[in-house]
């Protein structure tokens, strides 16, 4: 088989499962019109396939902070910090994410992908070790196979299997670096933190958080999953996004580990890329500033995922363990995931459709991520409507 | 370990990836676990957690890079567990 056969073997095992004309990835999108709605073919749908937590995508401060920062200062920087420089907002937004989480360190990344793939492949290299979550995003697997080191999974939010997995690397804990997340985007559930600091503690190991999705969400000020535990000081290492909570592009690493400034010069996805645009940085620094005092978005996002969560359970949606801004309904079948999938797109409704091996434990999921800018009326009608739905389960098994 | 440990590595590969594949070919030495077996990466991940707990053994996911066949997956398991 050669190269583009390969392709075509792919290209094929993907329209077994989504015959052509399903657009379930990558739809496109003809107008945005909030934060909520937007246009896909000729519907008027409620978006509930962002990320876009806090509902901040049209804030017309991080709006007008982008428009001020393209006109000061060019639609983009042309090149890496590296070679370039570092500009005012580069250096502030660092500043910021630093003192948000009481660091001495932070470095700021091009993307999310690349906070992740640049901060593990600088930590750890060939004959060291990473301990990961099975249910890891791509970012920090990827970030893993760029680093050369030894990659060992442990189940999903098992501590018991961890432990045994941490045992069997004997002194090699001394170079191991322990992975989870704040919130996991399949399901929505939350590293069980407390545990992970015991063991992390116990076997002398340096752990890494990826707040991604729990950045603006968890905690008082929105620090996210290290917030709501107490244990800010215990992680050695917090990686996030600016995609979701935020409504930018870009991602970051804050730590309290003098090192941290050292990824600069060792980590390629740092070194090798174009830095974020001035308008980037400018509304991301605004959102930021809208994240840390915007404890009733959070409260409003909550009420939101709370009151979708039980009306799903209620109608015998199988769903992850905690409620949360992701909320994933479980299905046996590819197909019955995807008869869910459109039925809602056909009730105006855009949420995420997750086939294997992307979904855990061979399921396939319909996911909907909620937030702050819905309504109580449109979470009743998303809610109502997957109820309406839920005996199509039965007919495409 | 000795040869019959071998054996039982590649005994329990097989009986495993029979579980795993939807194919109904017969799995031998020389099937190719991805192409012929249609086990997707996460099922393969799975079971190479299994395997470790089997034997109590650190099997590295990138190891896996170097693997194809149930030969090479047993040889694999085979060097790691008399490594250790």
């Not at chain 1, 660091?103 to 999310?112: E, K, L, N, P, Q």
Request: aromatic share 6%; glycine share 8%; charged share 20%.
């Amino acid at each position: 088989m050669n190269l583009l056969e390969k392709l075509d073997a792919s290209a094929a095992a993907r329209k077994a499962l989504l015959p052509d004309g399903v657009g379930a990835f990558g739809i496109p999108i003809e107008e945005v019109y909030s934060a909520t709605e937007a246009r896909i073919g000729d519907r008027r749908v409620l978006l509930l396939g962002t990320n876009n937590y806090l509902g901040l995508t049209f804030a017309p401060e991080c709006i007008r902070a982008a428009h001020e920062a393209i006109d000061k200062e060019g639609t983009g920087t042309t090149g890496s910090r590296m070679a370039n420089g570092s500009y005012f907002g580069h250096r502030s937004l660092e500043r910021e994410f630093a003192d948000f989480y009481q660091c001495d360190s932070a470095i700021v990344f091009t993307t999310g992908y690349q906070a992740n793939l640049g901060t593990i492949s600088g930590l750890v290299g060939p004959g060291d070790t990473v301990l990961i979550d099975g249910d890891s995003h791509a970012s920090i697997y990827d970030g893993c196979v760029l680093s050369g080191a030894d990659i060992i999974r442990f189940k999903h939010n098992d501590m018991v299997d961890m432990e045994k997995r941490l045992r069997r690397l004997g002194n090699r804990v001394e170079t191991t670096l322990i992975i989870a997340e704040g919130i996991y985007s399949m399901l929505g559930d939350q590293a069980p933190l407390t545990d992970i600091v015991k063991l992390k503690k116990a076997y002398g190991c340096i752990l890494l958080l990826d707040e991604a999705h729990s950045l603006g969400v968890l905690g008082e000020t929105g620090q996210g999953l290290v917030e709501t535990t107490g244990l800010l000081k215990e992680v050695d290492f917090i990686t996030g996004t600016f995609s979701k909570s935020l409504c930018s592009i870009g991602g970051f690493c804050v730590s309290n580990h003098p090192q941290l400034e050292q990824l600069r010069y060792v980590s390629h996805p740092y070194i090798f890329t174009a830095s974020p645009s001035p308008a980037t940085i400018a509304s991301t620094r605004a959102a930021l500033e809208l994240l840390r005092k915007g404890s009733h978005l959070r409260k409003q996002l909550w009420q939101n995922c709370t009151q979708l969560y039980t009306r799903l359970k209620e109608g015998g949606y199988l769903l992850g363990p905690h409620p949360g801004p992701v909320i994933a309904a479980i299905v046996d079948t590819p197909r019955q995931a995807l008869l869910l999938w459109q039925n809602l797109l056909e009730h105006n409704i855009y949420v995420n459709l997750i086939l294997p091996p992307a979904a855990p434990e061979g399921k396939s999921l319909v996911r909907c991520s909620v937030n702050a800018a819905h309504t109580p009326e449109q979470i009743k009608y998303v809610g109502d409507t997957f109820c309406k739905l839920h005996s199509l389960l039965c007919t495409a098994s | 370990m000795s040869e019959s440990n071998y054996d039982e590595i590649m005994k329990l590969l097989c009986d495993r990836l029979s579980g795993l594949s939807n194919s109904s070919i017969q799995i031998t030495p020389e099937t190719n676990i991805i192409s012929q077996l249609s086990i997707d990466s996460i099922k393969l991940l799975n079971l190479i957690m299994e395997i470790e707990d089997t034997f109590d053994v650190s099997i590295p996911i990138n190891a896996l890079t170097d693997v194809q066949t149930v030969r090479e997956l047993a040889d694999l398991v085979y060097k790691i567990k008399s490594a250790s």
